[in-house]
């Protein structure tokens, strides 16, 4: 069937996101709605799942299938979604709180599987839901209601634990910088296994505006340098002190869970009924 084509309005819901004026998240969802228009991705297609924050909203806001779920649940939902229905393009969208603390644990078991799906974590380094308590990438020099006196422990590096996770796909964009988004949703979505975008996303509210000057004044593209299929180029990018790089930081070609999968339900066809009876016998159970 010939590929039909749509424009960023016609993945636009009829509910009106209730983010702050000026909250960085705006960014982020016109960059999907652009992506998705320029992948001409059907609707139907396409299911978009989070957790709980503010960022959570957002499949809310887009005219796809959507799930907002629990608080840290965003991947085990879309895994979930995409294992029921591996033709749907899923993407999981979290926070940096909903990613990273109470929904930590389920970063490593996405990347070691690769499951075919993408991670967008909007990063606004604080809860922004529950009214600015700091959040595992909340750095020293920011204060937060419940830090008053400053941090008294290290932020998270969310790029850094992605490699070592063994994540397939690794990028970072700025949701003040639209059309870079959209060129990392794409590559993103497009890339065969777990791609993680971490999406620096202010959140004007309960941190500032002056986060938008903040991550422009340190942000550099990644040049023809680096080259992110070498894993020791991305390390890195990741240990990066002073400067944010922006672009594709890693990308490396392996086999997705759902080629394993096939490919060890092949094997249990060959073996056959044999191997079972055997199994029954080995375990003493009446066939
Ligand atoms: C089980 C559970 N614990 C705590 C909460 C309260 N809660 C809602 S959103 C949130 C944190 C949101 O922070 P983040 O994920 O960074 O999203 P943001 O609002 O900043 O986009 C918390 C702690 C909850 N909804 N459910
Ligand atoms: S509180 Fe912060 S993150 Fe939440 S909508 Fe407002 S600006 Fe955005
Ligand atoms: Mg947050």
Not at 271 to 276: H, L, P, W
Request: include cysteine.
């Amino acid at each position: 069937m010939e590929a039909r084509n749509y424009s960023p309005k016609d993945f636009r819901s009829d509910i009106k996101p209730v983010w702050c004026p000026g909250c960085g998240d705006f960014g982020v969802l016109n960059a999907l709605y652009q992506a998705l228009a320029k992948l001409k991705l059907p609707h139907e297609d396409v299911a978009v799942v989070s957790g709980i924050g503010c960022s959570s909203r957002l499949p809310g806001y887009v005219k796809t299938y959507g799930f907002n779920s629990i608080h840290g649940r965003a991947l085990p939902v879309a895994q979930g979604v995409k294992l029921a229905r591996p033709e749907t393009t899923v993407i999981a969208v979290a926070g940096d709180g909903d990613g990273l603390s109470i929904g930590a644990g389920h970063f490593p078991h996405m990347a070691r599987r690769n499951i075919d799906l993408t991670y967008i974590m909007l990063d606004n380094s604080i809860y922004g839901m529950t009214k600015g308590q700091m959040s595992p990438t909340t750095v020293d020099e920011q204060p937060t209601k419940t830090t008053p006196y400053g941090m008294v422990e290290d932020p998270i590096n969310p790029v850094k634990l992605a490699l070592a996770y063994g994540t397939s796909f690794i990028a970072r964009s700025f949701s003040g910088n639209i059309k870079h988004t959209v060129e990392m949703i794409i590559q993103a979505i497009q890339h065969p296994g777990f791609s993680f975008v971490h999406l620096l996303s202010p959140c004007v509210t309960f941190v500032g505006r002056d986060q938008f000057d903040l991550i422009r004044s340190l942000s550099v593209d990644l040049g023809e340098d680096h080259d992110p299929t070498s894993v020791e180029h991305a390390w890195r990018v990741a240990e990066e002190v002073g400067r944010i790089s922006m672009g594709i930081i890693y990308k490396a070609d392996k086999p997705t869970f759902e080629q394993r999968y096939e490919h060890a339900k092949q094997l249990a066809h060959q073996a056959g009924d044999g191997e079972f009876q055997n199994l029954l016998k080995k375990y003493r159970v009446a066939a």
